[in-house]
């Protein structure tokens, strides 16, 4: 029983939270003295307690920490937040050695949690392992912008719509439950306004009950010219209206209406960025889509081609008027959904740095 | 060991002649006497022997065809053709009993070979099995036109050209590698005048020697207006020309040039029904490939998905002006070529009859 086994038992705890911490990092702590696990912890929700303050608590008698070593999977803080900083308490509990799973990305944070444990005569080992966890909060502080995942639904011959002005249902079934899941999995999902009048979505996931719902980012024209009793208008999640008019209207308390005259693909991702927003899924449609591509602003591409041909004058599933460069990508998942087919397509030159 | 055994056994024969056949089905035979096989047989190439005399001419001392069962895997021929008629030869040989796989749905033979037999008091078993072998030699006789196929390199937004008038390198070199094989099944391939003048293709085989190339049909409006330096006029394989325009030039003996007003799509397939071409691949471009798919003349689709994003104004895989129907197809293959995919898909209510 090495570091790397008990940091893949943190990993462990770690993922059980998957799906509650929100713009928060899955974060899992073990507390081990001689080999023996002593308590394990990881970070519940978004605003609890973090993963080594669970792990603390978990001890029979907080003396019990004295001479341990504790792995977590991250960092551990060292700013004041919702919660004191843990390093610190890692200090004042007696803990003898620190063994970490990766550097924090967030500046905040970054070297200073190893920085004050070590000022404290702690002994600290970074192994520089993710378990693939947290890969968009990484990201969110790498590239200091969300993770952008586009998704669509294409014939066999890359048609999104049949007809313009009017929906297709292009995808299957199952196609559906695996969007829910890809959905459930964002911070935001973004969608136009064509999109938000032909197809008349809920944008909600419908599938499994969410801590916390992806915001609803609505890129529209003139905000007061909506119609106020589209589908979304009748959802308690959060929806941010992107407007290039200022609204006179009076919004529910779930809806928050921002203005500039010119909103960009860059401004929106600036936009979130400043909002913390780590994820966005871009649903569509073909003009958003395609302001995305031309910007090369594409990490992920999710495409369920379904079984048909729409031919001639359908809708393609990326258009725009501008010339663009070409986007390279690596598939990196294929999948059978009955009778429609999922593509998973990374960007190639993504690379993905371990702290 | 039963008559499916032995069967299995003629169809492994059959098969050994694959590629060689041109227009001939593939068919094997065996004559076996007292579970002992006596002799095997097949059809070499297209012109040469039938399997069933193949089959006689293996046997040590024709005699011994003398109150032997033969197995052959289609429906002896009745006609006088390249070669006699195989079903009198057999009655003449003395053979007792023929077990069939397929009966032949060409009309010159369908049901007759297997009357001359029973004719003469021969016991005729048809087993009712293809082995999934000749499959456009009986679509073609069952649909009295050429088995379709579309065949396209695309990105993952459904783009088969970057730029209007420029060729794009879409696909990779193993589905380079794949499409040649498809090519080499086809007994024509079809392509647009579009297609012609920006890929510049020698639309040859260039993987693998063939007994028979398949005819490559350039669908032009004016063919004397073609460019003579063409790539495609500096091969020695077979070349039709369906033009509007009555050409004046003078062409090599590989080249021949068809005049019609107007090369519709169903006009095109009348053609070569005439002409006894059992199979085509429609290799482009996006206007060709359009009209196939509005008059819903799509029997199989292979698409080659390249891992890039063209966006905006790329060319689509199928374009048109007219509206379309839908056409629903089915998956029926797909497969990881390096960093491509390749799809196969079929249309949906493609009904198979065995014979």
Redesign the interface.
């Known amino acids: 029983m090495d570091d790397t086994y008990f940091m893949k038992l943190a990993f462990q705890e770690a993922k059980k939270a998957r799906g509650s911490t929100w713009t928060n990092p899955l974060v899992g702590a073990l507390i081990v003295k001689e080999n023996q696990i002593l308590s394990r912890g990881y970070h519940h929700l978004f605003g609890g307690d973090h993963a080594e303050v669970e792990a603390f608590k978990g001890l029979v008698n907080p003396n019990q920490a004295e001479g341990a070593t504790m792995y977590v999977t991250l960092e551990p803080c060292s700013h004041y937040g919702k919660t004191p900083p843990c390093a610190l308490k890692i200090t004042k509990m007696g803990i003898h050695r620190v063994v970490i799973g990766q550097k924090d990305p967030n500046p905040l944070v970054c070297g200073k949690g190893i920085q004050i444990l070590k000022e404290a005569g702690i002994q600290v080992t970074v192994l520089g392992v993710t378990a693939k966890m947290n890969e968009k909060y990484n990201f969110f502080y790498q590239q200091k912008r969300p993770f952008i995942t586009l998704k669509y639904a ?6 999104i719509n ?2 313009h002005g009017r929906r297709s249902l292009v995808s299957n079934h199952a196609a559906y439950l695996d969007s829910q899941k890809l959905r459930a999995a964002q911070q935001a999902i973004l969608i136009g306004e064509n999109t938000l009048m032909i197809d008349n979505p809920h944008l909600t996931i419908r599938t499994q009950k969410l801590a916390f719902e992806p915001i609803r980012i609505l890129l529209v024209k003139d905000v007061d010219k909506l119609d106020p009793n589209l589908k979304i208008f009748t959802t308690n999640s959060p929806i941010w209206i992107l407007s290039r008019h200022v609204s006179k209207r009076k919004w529910l308390p779930n809806i928050l209406v921002f203005t500039d005259k010119n909103w960009a693909v860059t401004k929106i991702l600036e936009f979130l960025t400043l909002h913390g927003i780590q994820s966005l899924l871009v649903e569509g449609g073909s003009h958003v ?2 302001a995305f ?2 910007k090369q602003l ?1 990490d992920e ?1 999710v ?1 369920y ?1 379904a ?8 809708l ?9 460069k ?6 990196t998942k ?1 999948k ?1 959904l009955a ?3 999922r ?1 998973e ?1 990374r960007r ?1 030159d993504f690379v993905y740095r371990n702290y």
Chains 1, 2 share one sequence.
């Open positions: 294409m014939t066999l011959d890359g048609k049949f007809e889509q395609a591509v031309r594409v591409l495409v081609m079984p048909k041909l729409f031919g001639g004058t359908a393609p599933a990326i258009r725009g008027v501008e010339s663009l070409v986007l390279d990508m690596k598939i294929v059978q009778d429609n087919i593509i397509a190639n």
